[in-house]
Nanobody, 126 residues
């Protein structure tokens, strides 16, 4: 199971750090991702990160957050993070963490993920 936390209300230009905690060690074998869903919109990919490989962890970002958000993971703690900087009102959404058994690439569609956290609300005021 996955548990997301760290959401809140922040002004535009501010920062937040989301966390995702897994209850099982098998978390370390999965590709992980963050998605978000704004009211009336589909759930969209934000960022993903691979398992530990020869080159370490490899992140991938959607164009809308590239350069502003940073995804990371700590396998020793079975945790994943999303550092969000320079937040904009359009970043307002419920943010979900997810785990995928796909390890050869980072899925960017929700159907590529097998386990989901419950979501945490991020609200950015203008």
């Amino acid at each position: 199971q996955l548990q997301a936390s760290g959401g809140g209300l922040v002004q535009a230009g501010g920062s937040l750090r989301l966390s995702c905690t897994a209850s099982e060690r098998t978390f370390n074998d999965y590709t992980l991702g963050w998605f978000r869903q704004a009211p009336g919109k589909e759930r969209e990919f934000v960022a993903g990160i691979t398992q530990w490989g020869l080159r370490g962890f490899n992140p991938y970002y959607s164009d809308s957050v590239k350069g502003r958000f940073t995804i990371s993971r700590d396998n020793a703690k079975s945790e994943m993070y999303l550092e969000m900087n320079s937040l904009k009102p359009e970043d307002t959404a419920i943010y979900y963490c997810a785990a995928s058994a796909t390890t050869t690439f980072i899925p960017v569609h929700r159907t590529g993920y097998d386990y989901w956290g419950q979501g945490t609300q991020v609200t950015v005021s203008s």
